[in-house]
């Protein structure tokens, strides 16, 4: 059974903090994707990363793919109260391509 | 594009009644899904499926089935709904082959209360 631990599973923060959320399994993923989830909606992609030691940024963000692609790590820097939300990482298995397993999100609050 | 449609999207059920979710994509995704997720957390893997005619069980099956006669819809019955069928259940589909980026599309979801 794969599984992916996310922590902290809640984060309050004040605005202009940086923070950073952990994606971790003992299992190997081909990929591993970062999504962000509103109240009321459903998540929405922010980053898929593939390669181990991957590096992406996107603004303030920067998500890295762990080298045995096990882990995975979204870094906020300067957050912003526009930053709350759930995030949520999932990981598609090697070797099966159609299952994609969700971690049990990390709820951030930001505080003007 | 209307991208994925779920229905319903709120929906009461007594304990023992039985009722379909139905998800339908107009982006000719191969692949479906179905997840659950309760108040607060992620979302766990009901059933999937890699293309017409062929599903698979995700990491919480029990209590639900799934068919997919086209590729364009992906329905989940509850048989005998119970109170820990109480959830958001989301549908998602997504794209396939070299240069995509595996996004996931999301419905709005539909919310499920057994009373």
């Known amino acids: 059974t794969q599984l992916l631990e996310q922590s902290p599973q809640f984060l309050s923060i004040q605005e202009g903090e940086n923070l950073t959320v952990y994606c971790n399994s003992s299992s190997v993923f081909s990929s591993l994707q970062w999504y962000r989830q509103e109240p009321g909606e459903g998540p929405v992609l922010l980053v898929t990363?593939?390669?181990?030691?991957e590096v992406k940024k996107l603004k303030r963000l920067t998500f890295q793919f762990g080298d045995a692609r096990k882990d995975s790590s979204l870094h906020i820097t300067a957050a912003q109260t526009g930053d709350t939300g759930l995030y949520l990482c999932?990981?598609?298995?090697?070797?099966?391509?159609?299952?994609?397993?969700f971690g049990q999100g990390t709820t951030l609050q930001v505080k003007p | 594009n209307a991208g994925v449609t779920q229905t319903p999207k709120f929906r009461i059920l007594k304990i023992g009644q039985s009722m379909t979710l139905q998800c339908t994509q107009d982006?000719?995704?191969?692949?479906m899904y179905w997840y659950r997720q309760d108040p607060g957390m992620g979302l766990k893997l009901i059933y999937y499926?890699?293309?017409?005619?062929?599903?698979d069980k995700g990491e919480v099956p029990n209590g639900y089935n799934v068919s997919r006669s086209t590729t364009e819809d992906f329905p989940l019955r509850l048989e005998l709904a119970a109170p820990s069928q109480t959830s958001v259940y989301f549908c998602?589909?997504?794209?396939?082959?070299?240069?995509?980026?595996?996004?996931?599309?999301f419905g709005e979801g539909s919310r499920l209360t057994v009373l």
């Open positions: 499926s890699v293309g017409a005619g062929i599903t």
């Open positions: 998602a589909s997504r794209n396939t082959g070299q240069g995509v980026t595996g996004e996931l599309f």
């Open positions: 990363v593939v390669t181990g030691g």
């Open positions: 982006m000719n995704h191969n692949y």
């Open positions: 999932a990981g598609r298995a090697a070797g099966n391509t159609g299952k994609l397993i």
